[in-house]
Nanobody
Framework: QVTLVESGGGSAQAGGSLRLSCLVS????????VTWFRQVSGKEREGVAA????????FYDDSVEGRFTISQDPSKNTVSLQMDSLKPEDTAVYYC???????????????????????WGQGTQVTVSS
């Protein structure tokens, strides 16, 4: 049983920064792909940043490239998302999700396909005001 617990989030003004963290427990940390998804009410969940934990390889959606940074701390089984230069359109509920990296890697762009991720955190709200 894999458990993910998110922390961080909250409110910021446009141009500001926030940091999200995801504690992953119950599995071999290095065997995972961990992705940060976000969802706005009424819209589909979208992937914004992902990391193959063992290899440290990262992936970003175009909408956050250069502004968000995903990182890992194996000593704490934690994956973090540093969000800088925030925009009002970044407002959403953010979820971290985990899947075995070799399952995700079998599909092109699998790291951003929510249907491939069986394990999810509870979500944390991020609100960016203009």
């Amino acid at each position: 049983q894999v458990t993910l617990v998110e922390s961080g989030g909250g409110s910021a003004q446009a141009g500001g920064s926030l940091r999200l963290s995801c504690l992953v427990s119950g599995s071999s940390f290095s065997s995972n792909c961990v992705t940060w998804f976000r969802q706005v009410s009424g819209k589909e969940r979208e992937g914004v940043a992902a990391i193959y934990v063992g290899a440290g390889r990262t992936f970003y959606d175009d909408s956050v490239e250069g502004r968000f940074t995903i990182s890992q701390d194996p000593s704490k089984n934690t994956v973090s998302l540093q969000m800088d230069s925030l925009k009002p359109e970044d407002t959403a509920v953010y979820y971290c999700a985990a899947a075995r990296w070799y399952t995700v890697a079998q599909q092109n762009g699998g790291y951003f396909k929510p249907e491939l991720f069986p394990n999810w955190g509870q979500g944390t709200q991020v609100t960016v005001s203009s």
